[in-house]
C-alpha cells in the first residue's frame, strides 16, 4: 500500500508517549498516553498497562475523556497508583496490575499532583496543590513575584503545594508541610525514615530558579510531623535527585552558580542529614560535553521528558542513572561515583522517559527520533535486547511518508563547529525543484533541537518545504561554553551560526537559496524578527509569541524578569546598550521581508505587547504585516493548545507560506 504525504489532521492520529514505569518483576509496564482530542478541544491522557513478554496493551483504567498521569507501582509490584482528574478535582487511584476498575484513595485529599510508595508499601506520600481562587477585587495589591501565570488573566498567581502522608490502605491522610512554598516530587528514603522533596521553600514571593532538596520525617518519631529540614544549599538549581541505596546521602542534578542559565547540570552528592551545607561534585572522566538531565527539545507537550535519577548499589559505591542532551541527540547511561560514565542507550534519537527494574534486569524507556515520536522499548540494563512493547503509533506511521532528516555541519564565527538538522519532503510529495528552505529557529534558548520527531517539520515538509533546524550558539549539549555563549550577546553569532548553516545548504543539495524563510517561537520568534532586520534573504518570516523590545519585555513576564537579567547579562539601567541594541523593534524601519505575527492574549512569558508593538510600527512604515491574536491561549501554545487553534493556525501558516513562497 503506498502511503500519502500527512496533513494537519494527522495531530489528532499521533499518540505521545510518556512517563514509563515498569514493574519490580519486570513482567509489565505502564505509560502515559496523550493524544490531541477534537470533541474536547485539548489534549488528553490516559494510563496505559503493557505486557513486557509479548508486547501491547493489556488494559487501561482511564475513561475516554481522562486525563491521568503518574503512574507509580507499590514495591511487591501488585498495585498501580496514578493520578486522574474527574471532573474538577486531581486524585489518587489505585488498581491492580492487570487494570481492574479504579479505586479512588479514600482519605487522600484533592489536589494530588504526583505520588511515592513506601519501601514497605504501606504509605504513600503526594504533593497536593492548593487552588488559588481568581481575585474579582477592585484593586488586586501586588505583593510578590507570582502574580501572573501563563495561560490565565493577570492576578491568578501561582499555587503552593505541600507533602502529604497516606495510608495505602486508605484513612486519614496527614499534611507533612504547609505554607506558600511550592513542595513537589516526594521521594522516600530507602528504609521509609525520611522524605525528601524539591522546594522554593524560604524562597517564595521570589522568581527564582533556585531551589533546593528538603526532607522531613514523616512520624516525627510518633510526636506527627516536625518543620521540613534543608538538605542542599541555596546555591543554585536543583532538578532532580535520588537516594543512596543506604539512605545516608543523595544525589542531585544542579548547579552551584545561582541563578546562571545555558550552564549543564552537574552531578552532586550532599549528605542527606545536610542541612543546607556545600555539596561535593562528581567530576566526569574525559569532561564530556553532554548536558545531565536534558534531552532534545520538539514541538509536543512532553517537553525535556522526565528528569529522572536512580542510584543502584554495587562493589564501587553505586551507579547514578540519568539522562543527558549530547547535542541534538538525548542519551541514557550511568556514572560511577570516581567519574567513570557510560552510555547505555544511545543513536540519533532522544530518551524521554526511563525507569528500572534491577531485579529482573529489565530497562523500560521511551524514546523518539526524527521519524517516530516515540514507543516504550524494552531492553537489558546493559543496554542490549531492544525489543518494542507499545505499538501505539505503528498503524498511523504505515499510512504516512514522513520526509529523510539529516546532519549539516557548519561552522560559525571563531571556527566552531554548528549542527543543524535538514529534512527534506517526502518522495509523495511534488516538491519544486530546486525546493524552498524554511529555517526553524527553536527556543529557549538553552535547549537543543535534533534527533526527535517534529510534527510542525514533517508538516512543512510535507507542503514540499525544505526544513533547516539549526542548533545555533545557546544550544545545549554542546558544552557549557557553547551554552552560556548568547549571554548578554543576543542577536550576536547566534544569528551568525544559524545564517552559516544556511549558507551550508541554501543554493546546493537542490535547496532554492531565493526562497527562504525564517520562523520561530519564543525566542526563535525573537529571532526571527531580528534576522529580518539585520538580513534581506528572507522572502517571508513568521514569528510566534516573539520578542520585539527587550526593555519592554523585561519585567512583564511571570518570572518577574529573572529570566531577562540573566539572558542580557545584567539590567537595563547597567546595560542599555545590550538592551536597546538587540531590540529588533529598533531596526524596524529596515524591515523588508513580510511577516506573519502569531501571539496568544494569554502569554503571560512574552506578552502580547511585543507582537502589537512591531505591528503598529510595520504598520506606520506602509510594510507587509499581518497580525494573527489567539484568544485563550498561553506562551506554550504550540505545545498544549486546543484543537481548534493548532488547525486554524497550521492553515493560516501554510496560506502564508505558499503566497510569499509562491508553491
Known amino acids: 500500500m503506498s502511503r500519502r504525504p500527512l496533513v494537519p489532521r494527522d495531530l489528532f492520529a499521533v499518540r505521545w508517549l510518556s512517563d514509563v514505569q515498569v514493574s519490580p518483576d519486570g513482567t509489565r509496564a505502564a505509560c502515559v498516553e496523550t493524544r490531541l482530542d477534537e470533541a474536547l478541544d485539548g489534549l488528553r491522557s490516559q494510563i496505559l498497562l503493557l505486557d513486557v513478554e509479548r508486547g501491547g496493551v493489556v488494559g487501561s483504567p482511564s475513561p475516554d475523556d481522562a486525563s491521568d498521569h503518574a503512574p507509580r507501582w507499590s514495591p511487591d509490584g501488585s498495585r498501580l497508583a496514578f493520578v486522574g482528574v474527574r471532573g474538577d478535582a486531581s486524585r489518587l487511584f489505585l488498581i491492580d496490575r492487570d487494570g481492574g476498575s479504579d479505586t479512588s484513595m479514600p482519605g487522600a485529599p484533592d489536589g494530588v499532583g504526583e505520588a511515592a510508595w513506601s519501601p514497605d508499601g504501606s504509605h504513600l506520600a503526594l504533593s497536593v496543590s492548593t487552588p488559588i481562587p481568581q481575585s474579582h477585587d477592585v484593586l488586586i495589591d501586588v505583593t510578590d513575584d507570582h502574580y501572573k501565570r501563563d495561560g490565565n488573566p493577570v492576578g491568578v498567581g501561582r499555587a503552593s503545594s505541600a507533602i502529604w502522608v497516606v495510608p495505602a490502605g486508605g484513612g486519614g491522610g496527614m499534611a507533612l508541610t504547609s505554607g506558600r512554598a511550592t513542595d513537589r516530587r516526594p521521594a522516600w528514603s530507602p528504609d521509609g525514615a525520611t522524605v525528601a522533596f524539591l522546594s522554593d521553600r524560604g524562597l517564595e514571593g521570589r522568581a527564582t530558579q533556585v531551589a533546593n532538596v528538603w526532607r522531613v520525617d514523616p512520624t516525627g518519631g510518633g510526636r506527627g510531623p516536625e518543620p521540613p529540614a534543608q538538605v542542599t544549599d541555596s546555591s543554585g538549581p536543583v532538578t532532580a535527585f535520588c537516594w543512596s541505596p543506604d539512605a545516608a546521602r543523595i544525589a542531585v542534578l544542579g548547579h552551584g552558580l545561582g541563578e546562571a542559565t545555558g550552564i549543564g547540570w552537574r552531578l552532586r552528592i550532599v549528605d542527606a542529614n545536610g542541612r543546607g551545607r556545600p555539596t561535593t561534585e562528581v567530576r566526569l572522566a574525559d569532561d564530556p560535553p553532554f548536558a545531565l538531565g536534558l534531552t532534545t527539545r520538539s514541538d509536543d507537550s512532553r517537553g525535556m521528558g522526565d528528569a529522572t535519577m536512580c542510584w543502584l548499589d554495587d562493589a564501587d559505591g553505586g551507579r547514578i542513572w540519568t539522562r543527558w542532551a549530547d547535542g541534538g541527540r538525548g542519551a541514557l547511561g550511568w556514572i560511577a561515583l570516581d567519574g567513570r560514565w557510560r552510555m547505555v542507550i544511545g543513536g540519533d534519537r532522544a530518551v524521554l522517559s526511563w525507569s528500572l527494574a534491577p531485579a529482573a534486569d529489565r530497562l523500560a524507556f521511551i524514546a523518539s527520533d526524527a521519524d517516530d515520536p516515540g514507543e516504550v522499548t524494552i531492553a537489558t540494563l546493559e543496554g542490549v535486547d531492544e525489543r518494542v512493547a507499545s505499538r ?272
Open 392 to 663: 501505539q503509533n505503528e498503524d498511523w506511521r504505515a499510512l504516512v511518508d514522513l520526509g529523510t532528516t539529516e546532519v549539516v555541519a557548519a561552522t560559525g564565527p571563531g571556527g566552531l563547529p554548528v549542527e543543524a538538522w535538514l529534512t527534506r519532503p517526502p518522495a509523495s510529495v511534488s516538491a519544486p525543484v530546486p525546493c524552498p528552505v524554511i529555517v526553524s529557529v527553536h527556543g529557549g534558548p538553552h535547549y537543543s533541537v535534533g534527533a526527535r520527531f517534529s510534527f510542525e517539520t514533517h508538516r512543512l515538509a510535507a507542503l514540499g518545504y525544505a526544513v533547516l533546524s539549526p542548533d545555533p550558539r545557546g544550544s545545549m549539549g554542546y558544552g557549557d561554553a557553547f551554552g552560556s555563549a548568547v549571554i548578554g550577546d543576543w542577536g550576536g553569532d547566534d544569528l551568525a551560526d544559524i545564517l552559516a548553516t544556511v549558507d551550508m545548504v541554501a543554493g546546493s543539495r537542490g535547496l532554492d537559496e531565493e526562497r527562504l524563510a525564517i520562523t520561530g517561537v519564543s525566542y526563535g520568534g525573537y529571532m526571527t524578527l531580528w534576522a529580518i532586520t539585520q538580513d534581506d534573504r528572507f522572502r517571508a518570516a513568521i514569528s510566534e509569541n516573539g520578542i520585539s523590545d527587550l526593555v519592554s519585555a523585561f519585567g512583564t513576564g511571570e518570572d518577574g524578569g529573572t529570566s531577562f537579567l540573566v539572558e542580557m547579562g545584567g539590567a537595563p539601567w547597567e546595560r542599555p546598550a545590550a538592551w536597546t541594541d538587540r531590540s529588533p523593534i529598533r531596526y524596524a524601519d529596515r524591515i523588508t521581508t513580510p511577516l506573519l505575527l502569531l501571539h496568544a492574549e494569554l502569554d503571560q512569558n512574552c506578552t502580547i505587547g511585543q507582537s502589537e508593538e512591531m505591528y503598529t510600527s510595520l504598520r506606520i512604515l506602509g510594510r507587509d504585516v499581518e497580525f494573527v491574536r489567539v484568544p485563550g491561549e498561553g506562551h506554550l501554545m504550540d505545545l498544549v493548545g486546543s484543537a481548534r487553534f493548532r488547525m486554524a493556525r497550521m492553515a493560516r501558516t501554510a496560506e502564508f507560506l505558499a503566497v510569499q513562497l509562491a508553491v
